[in-house]
């Protein structure tokens, strides 16, 4: 058979096939639309599973504001906060400091750099009771100190920070350059001899508060226990029995028939 007569042959084929019914088209339709929903619900599983499979590669850190972050961007976000410190070059000779005590040169000291004293290592070691340092509760209390002194009143205080070693679980508490404290002591009460009379002075007015409030305690007590005689005596009222003569005291006396309650007298 040549090939244009099998080509005349199949389009008389594909002419005389019978064309679709209505319900076929309706049925063909249907089963198209249920293999698309079939194709997307697999897609969706498919990216479901890739993105569980990629948490559970992740370590998620409890961010402590009530949700978890992932450990990998928490680091990526503590890298962005960091600050890169350049150590500062050796000062030159130029630039060295001058102890206030030998009067010698040196290039820095550990109260130069905590405290901005001009006060080599050396003469600390020697002089250590003269740069003892001193926690801001006991500063506030020994020299009658506010927390505007050492916070706003300029220059600012330095301080050092150290756990606390008799409480751990506390914050870290600030230590000040004693001799800074006194000071300032000074500049606020114009005087160590008037720092000691308001010392004197805030232990006369506490010994007072303190002797007030006994007071008014021991007022309280007796206001409530004149009350509570009085409860007493009008809840019980004695009743007495029969009279009786003491020959020994020459007296006469009677017994309460509840509580036993004894009363004596004369008769004249």
Same mark, same amino acid.
């Given at each position: 058979?040549?090939?244009?007569?099998?080509?005349?042959?199949?389009?008389?084929?594909?002419?005389?096939?019978?064309?679709?019914?209505?319900?076929?088209?309706?049925? +063909?339709?249907?089963?198209?639309?249920?293999?698309?929903?079939?194709?997307?619900?697999?897609?969706?599983?498919?990216?479901?599973?890739?993105?569980?499979?990629?948490?559970?590669?992740?370590?998620?850190?409890?961010?402590?504001?009530?949700?978890? +972050?992932?450990?990998?961007?928490?680091?990526?976000?503590?890298?962005?906060?960091?600050?890169?410190?350049?150590?500062?070059?050796?000062?030159?000779?130029?630039?060295?400091?001058?102890?206030?005590?030998?009067?010698?040169?040196?290039?820095?000291?550990?109260?130069?750099?905590?405290?901005?004293?001009?006060?080599?290592?050396?003469?600390?070691?020697?002089?250590?009771?003269?740069?003892?340092?001193?926690?801001?509760?006991?500063?506030?209390?020994?020299?009658? %100190?506010?927390?505007?002194?050492?916070?706003?009143?300029?220059?600012?205080?330095?301080?050092?920070?150290?756990?606390?070693?008799?409480?751990?679980?506390?914050?870290?508490?600030?230590?000040?350059?004693?001799?800074? +404290? @006194?000071?300032?002591?000074?500049?606020?009460?114009?005087?160590?001899?008037?720092?000691?009379?308001?010392?004197?002075?805030? %232990? @006369?007015?506490?010994?007072?508060?303190?002797?007030?409030?006994?007071?008014?305690?021991?007022?309280?007590?007796?206001?409530?226990?004149?009350?509570?005689?009085?409860?007493?005596?009008?809840? /019980?009222?004695?009743?007495?029995?029969?009279?009786?003569?003491?020959?020994?005291?020459?007296?006469?006396?009677?017994?309460?028939?509840?509580?036993? /309650?004894?009363?004596?007298?004369?008769?004249?």
């Amino acid at each position: 058979m040549s090939l244009t007569g099998f080509t005349m042959e199949s389009s008389s084929e594909t002419e005389k096939s019978p064309e679709l019914s209505q319900e076929q088209k309706i049925r +063909i339709e249907a089963n198209r639309k249920r293999a698309l929903e079939i194709r997307e619900q697999k897609e969706k599983t498919a990216k479901l599973a890739k993105v569980m499979m990629s948490t559970q590669s992740k370590k998620l850190v409890d961010s402590g504001a009530g949700f978890f +972050i992932d450990e990998e961007e928490l680091i990526e976000e503590k890298k962005k906060e960091e600050i890169i410190v350049e150590e500062s070059p050796l000062p030159t000779q130029d630039q060295h400091l001058k102890c206030i005590k030998c009067n010698k040169s040196f290039p820095f000291s550990y109260l130069s750099k905590n405290f901005d004293l001009n006060v080599c290592d050396t003469c600390k070691e020697i002089n250590s009771d003269e740069y003892d340092l001193i926690t801001k509760t006991d500063a506030k209390e020994q020299f009658l %100190l506010k927390d505007c002194d050492f916070d706003f009143r300029e220059p600012t205080l330095k301080f050092i920070t150290k756990k606390n070693p008799h409480k751990n679980r506390y914050g870290e508490m600030k230590l000040y350059l004693k001799c800074q +404290i @006194v000071e300032r002591a000074i500049t606020v009460h114009e005087s160590l001899e008037k720092l000691d009379e308001k010392k004197e002075l805030k %232990l @006369v007015n506490l010994h007072k508060t303190r002797q007030r409030n006994y007071e008014k305690k021991l007022q309280n007590l007796r206001k409530e226990a004149r009350q509570g005689s009085k409860k007493l005596a009008d809840f /019980h009222k004695h009743e007495y029995g029969e009279e009786h003569y003491d020959d020994n005291e020459d007296k006469y006396f009677k017994i309460c028939k509840t509580c036993s /309650h004894k009363i004596e007298y004369e008769e004249l």
